[in-house]
C-alpha cells in the first residue's frame, strides 16, 4: 500500500475528533459542528467520516449524523457488528482485518474526493473509543492515524475525573506530534470540569467551548422511547445551535486552517531570508529551492508542495492552493535515521527523561541513563578492547575527543612533545571525521577545507582498492598511483567473497598490500621524519568523501602492519611496547596493549546497525582501540556522541597533575534525554536483529531458492547461520542491473546504503553534477506513489533506508531507478 500524504487542503477544513474517553459524546460534538457548518450559509457543506464502527448498524454513529446532521454527507469505511473494541470485533468478523496502511490510505482516498469536492468544505474524521483505545490490529488509535497527522478536535470528559483523562489524553497527542485546534465538552454543574479544563487550555492558546449536556435517554422499555429520543435531540441541537458560539469556534477553526497553508507557503520565503545552510552555496539560491517540511513520520517528510500558479492562484501565499506530499527520506536525514520519525516509543523516552531530570550536571555525578548506555554499548560491541565511554554531542567532537586520546597516549608512550613537534595522524585518502577544526586536519586538503583559513592538513592519507560492482561483477580496483606496487584489479562473483578475508589472507592481494602499507609507512617516518600518533579509519565505507567502498581486507592488512611492526613508528618501540596477546584476525578475548598507533575507528556513519551489523569493525576483523559512535545511536532523535576506549589509553591521562586530565566536554555532557532514547534504541535495533527483522534481507543477498535452500552462504561474524557475511535492504538483482546500466560507472550495496556512481566525462569528484538529473527524477517521484529526497555526493548519489523501513516502499524505489537508468 503507498503511502499518503498528511492531510492538508485549502479547499477543505479536515479535523479528527478523539476523546479523552469512551462515552465522551463524541458523535454528539460531531452532530454540533456538521449542523453548524450547515447553518453558515455562505460556506459548503459538511462531511462526516467514521474510519471504523463497531456495534449494531442501526447504532451506528454515521446513522446518527445522517439523522441529525441536516444534509451533512457520512460514510463509514469498516463496519464491525460486536459491540466490542475494534480489535476484537475484526478478529471476530474475520481472519484478516484492515490492516493499518489500508486503513489511512483509505481516510486519505475519502477526504481528497471531498476535497476536490465543490460542495463540501469541512469535514470531521472521527475516532472510536479514547485516544489509545485499539484499532482493528491492535495499534493504538494515537499512533494509527499519526500519518495523517489532522488537527484535533478533542473532546474532553466532563464526569468524574474527567480532568484526568483529558488533560491525559491532550498530552498523548501531544507526545506524537498532533496539533489540538480546540476542546469542547458538555457543562456539568456539579462538577465543573469545563471552569478547570477552560483556564488550563487557555494558557496554551486551545480555545475551549462548553456545551449543554444532552437529553437523557428515555426509558427503554418506553413504547415510543426512539420516538421521544429523536425528538428530544432534535430539540437539543436546535438550543444549541441558536444559544451557544459554535459559528465563531468554526470561523477560527477556518482560520487555523489557512494560516497553517499560508506559513508553509511563505516559509520558504522566510528562510531563504534568515537562514545560513550547512554545506550549501547560497549563491542563486531562491525560495523555490527550499522545501518546506509541516512533519515526518516513519520513513517520510510530509513537505508542502505550492499550488501552481494559474488564473486563481498565486503559488503560494493567502491566494494559493497546495497539499502535502509524501516523500521518502533518501538520505536517512543525513545518515541518522535508524527507527522511524516520530518513533513514539523513543518520544516516550525522551519524554520520560525529560521528566525525571532535564539536564543535569554530569562531571562527577552520574545518573541511570548514561551508565546504562555506556555498559550497553561496552557489553555489546564485540570489542574486549573498550573499558570507558566518553560523552560528546556529535560525530564532530567526539572525533575531536577520540583524537586527543590517541595523541596523548602516543606521545606518552614515545616521550614525544607534542608542544614543540608535529605529531600527525596516518588515514585513508577521502576521509572526512567533521568540520570542527582540529579533526578537519586529520583529512587532506579537499573541498571541505582547503578554504578554511586555519587548516592545516597533519597527516599521510593512503589511497586504497575501492569495490564497487561494474557490469554484473564485483570489482575491487586499485588505484592508479599504486596499482603497480598492489597490483591488478580483482574480480568476485559475490560481495561475500570480498569479505572472506579468512579466505583472502593466503592470496596474493593481501601480501601485497601489506608490503605496500610497510613500504610507505618505512619511508614517511625514516626518511621523511614524519612522526604518527593515531591511525583513524572510517570502517568499510567513507560517508562524506564519496561514499568510497574501501576493500575491507585492505583495512585489515593496515591495521594489522601498524601493529605487528611497531618498529614502523618508532624505533625503540618493541622496548617500550608489551607484546599484543592477541592478534586483529582473530581476536581472543584478553586485553592487549595498543601497539604501534592507537587505532580510531570512525563508526559515526558506519556503525550500529547502518551497514547491517552492531559494528561496522567486524567486517574487518579488527579491535580499534578507540571507537566513535553517533547518528543511529539515538535512532534519528536526538544529537549524541560517545568515545569509548580502552583502560590503557584511559590510563595515559592519569595523573596527580588536574592538566593532565582530559579536559573536554561542554554544557549538556551525556544529556539525560540523549541516553534515554539510546538506551532504548539500541535495545530496540538489537531485539530487531536477534528476532530475524532482516531474514528476508539475508535471504535474497544469499541466494535463496524457491524451495528455501541457500544456493550460497558464508559464515559472519555474529551473523545468523547460514547467512550471508553481507546484506543489505537493496535487492541483489537490482544492484547487478544498475551496475550493467550505461550511465552508471559502478554500484554497491550494503545494510540500508545504495551507492551510485554515475558516468561523468569530466572526471567526477564532490564539484560534479553528473547526479543532478537522478536527483530531480527521485524528486520528482519518477512515477512512484511518492517523491524521494536524496542527496548527492558529485557524481554519487546515495540513497539509504532506515532498519524498519518496508520492503514494499524500497522496492518501488528501485523501480524508479531502473526507469532512469536502465
Request: hydrophobic letters at 35%.
Amino acid at each position: 500500500m503507498p503511502p499518503v500524504g498528511a492531510a492538508l487542503w485549502r479547499s477543505l477544513r479536515a479535523h479528527q475528533v478523539y476523546g479523552a474517553n469512551t462515552d465522551v459524546g463524541k458523535t454528539i460534538v460531531s452532530t454540533i459542528l456538521c449542523n453548524g457548518v450547515q447553518q453558515q450559509k455562505t460556506q459548503g457543506k459538511a462531511a462526516f467520516l467514521k474510519p471504523v464502527s463497531t456495534g449494531p448498524l442501526d447504532e451506528a454513529d454515521d446513522r446518527h449524523i445522517q439523522r441529525f446532521g441536516a444534509g451533512t454527507t457520512t460514510k463509514c469505511l469498516y463496519q464491525f457488528d460486536e459491540p466490542v473494541s475494534p480489535h476484537i470485533a475484526a478478529r471476530q468478523k474475520s481472519s484478516t482485518p484492515p490492516r493499518d496502511d489500508e486503513i489511512i490510505a483509505s481516510v486519505h482516498r475519502t477526504l481528497s474526493e471531498w476535497a476536490a469536492s465543490s460542495d463540501i468544505d469541512f469535514a470531521l474524521v472521527e475516532t472510536a473509543g479514547g485516544v489509545h483505545s485499539p484499532g482493528p490490529n491492535g495499534t493504538s488509535q494515537a499512533d494509527l492515524y499519526r500519518p495523517l497527522r489532522l488537527p484535533i478536535v478533542l473532546v474532553a470528559d466532563s464526569r468524574l475525573g474527567g480532568i484526568s483523562s483529558s488533560v491525559s489524553a491532550y498530552e498523548s497527542l501531544l507526545l506524537r506530534g498532533y496539533d489540538v485546534h480546540s476542546v469542547l465538552l458538555f457543562r456539568d454543574e456539579y462538577y465543573q470540569n469545563h471552569e478547570y479544563l477552560r483556564e488550563y487550555f487557555s494558557g496554551k492558546s486551545i480555545p475551549l467551548l462548553a456545551l449543554p449536556s444532552p437529553p437523557p435517554k428515555p426509558p427503554s422499555h418506553h413504547p415510543d422511547a426512539l420516538a421521544r429520543d429523536a425528538d428530544a435531540m432534535a430539540s437539543y441541537y436546535h438550543r444549541v445551535a441558536t444559544h451557544t458560539d459554535v459559528a465563531a469556534l468554526l470561523d477560527e477553526l477556518a482560520l487555523q486552517n489557512t494560516q497553517r497553508i499560508d506559513r508553509l507557503a511563505d516559509m520558504p520565503r522566510r528562510a531563504n531570508d534568515t537562514i545560513w545552510y550547512p554545506f550549501t552555496q547560497h549563491h542563486g539560491m531562491a525560495p523555490k529551492d527550499i522545501t518546506p517540511i509541516d512533519s515526518a513520520y516513519d520513513d517520510y517528510f510530509q513537505t508542502f508542495a505550492p499550488a501552481a500558479p494559474g488564473p486563481d492562484t498565486d503559488g503560494g501565499g493567502s491566494g494559493g492552493g497546495g497539499s502535502l506530499k509524501a516523500t521518502f527520506d533518501g538520505s536517512a536525514s543525513w545518515w541518522t535515521q535508524g527507527l522511524g520519525h516520530g518513533n513514539p516509543s523513543l518520544a516516550l523516552s525522551a519524554a520520560y527523561a525529560a521528566g525525571r531530570y532535564g539536564h543535569v550536571m554530569f562531571p562527577g555525578n552520574i545518573h541511570e541513563p548514561a551508565l546504562s548506555l555506556a555498559e550497553t554499548l561496552l557489553r555489546d560491541s564485540g570489542n574486549s578492547r573498550l573499558g570507558k565511554v566518553f560523552f560528546t554531542d556529535n560525530g564532530s567532537t567526539g572525533m575531536e575527543v577520540a583524537v586527543k586520546m590517541g595523541l596523548r597516549a602516543a606521545c606518552a608512550r614515545y616521550g614525544w612533545d607534542a608542544g614543540n613537534e608535529q605529531i600527525s595522524i596516518l588515514g585513508l585518502k577521502g576521509s572526512y571525521h567533521g568540520d570542527t577544526i582540529g579533526v578537519m586536519d586529520c583529512s587532506e586538503p579537499g573541498t571541505f577545507n582547503k578554504k578554511v583559513e586555519w587548516y592545516r592538513g597533519r597527516g599521510y592519507w593512503f589511497d586504497f582498492p575501492k569495490v564497487r560492482m561494474e557490469g554484473g561483477v564485483w570489482r575491487v580496483e586499485m588505484p592508479a598511483e599504486v596499482g603497480g606496487e598492489m597490483g591488478e584489479d580483482l574480480e568476485f562473483e559475490s560481495l561475500d567473497e570480498v569479505f572472506d578475508l579468512q579466505g583472502r589472507m593466503g592470496e596474493g592481494a593481501a601480501r601485497r598490500y601489506r608490503e605496500y602499507i610497510y613500504n610507505t609507512a618505512e619511508r614517511l617516518v625514516y626518511k621523511d621524519g614524519m612522526k604518527f600518533g593515531a591511525l583513524i579509519m572510517e570502517p568499510v565505507i567513507l560517508g562524506a568523501g564519496g561514499m568510497l567502498f574501501c576493500d575491507p581486507l585492505f583495512q585489515h592488512c593496515l591495521a594489522a602492519t601498524i601493529r605487528n611492526h611497531p618498529s614502523l613508528i618508532h624505533a625503540d618501540a618493541s622496548k617500550l611496547t608489551p607484546k599484543p596477546k592477541s592478534s586483529p584476525m582473530s581476536p581472543s578475548g584478553e586485553l592487549p596493549s595498543w601497539s604501534g598507533l592507537p587505532i580510531i575507528f570512525d563508526e559515526v556513519f558506519t556503525g550500529l546497525y547502518r551497514l547491517g551489523r552492531h559494528s561496522s569493525a567486524s567486517f574487518l576483523s579488527v579491535d580499534s582501540d578507540i571507537v566513535v559512535n553517533a547518528k543511529l545511536l539515538t535512532g534519528g532523535l536526538i544529537p549524541l556522541c560517545t568515545t569509548s576506549a580502552s583502560n590503557e589509553i584511559f590510563a595515559a591521562f592519569d595523573s596527580p597533575e588536574k592538566s593532565d586530565a582530559l579536559l573536554h566536554g561542554h554544557s549538556y555532557t551525556a544529556h539525560a534525554v540523549g541516553c534515554q532514547v539510546a538506551v532504548e534504541a539500541l535495545r530496540t535495533m538489537g531485539e530487531m536483529e536477534r528476532g530475524g527483522a532482516w531474514d528476508g534481507y539475508r535471504r535474497d543477498w544469499a541466494g535463496v531458492s524457491s524451495d528455501g535452500d541457500a544456493e550460497g552462504n558464508g559464515e559472519g561474524g555474529g551473523e545468523r547461520e547460514g547467512s550471508p557475511r553481507v546484506w543489505s535492504v537493496w535487492s541483489q538483482e537490482m544492484v547487478r542491473e544498475l551496475s550493467c546500466a550505461p550511465a552508471v560507472e559502478g554500484v554497491f550495496a550494503i545494510g540500508t546504503v545504495l551507492s551510485i556512481s554515475l558516468r561523468d566525462v569530466e572526471g567526477g569528484g564532490y564539484t560534479s553534477t553528473a547526479a543532478k538529473g537522478l536527483q530531480e527524477t527521485l524528486a520528482q517521484g519518477g512515477g512512484s506513489s511518492f517523491q524521494v529526497h536524496s542527496r548527492v555526493l558529485g557524481n554519487v548519489l546515495y540513497l539509504m533506508s532506515s532498519v524498519t523501513s518496508r520492503p514494499e516502499a524500497l522496492r518501488e524505489i528501485e523501480g524508479v531507478l531502473r526507469g532512469a537508468l536502465v
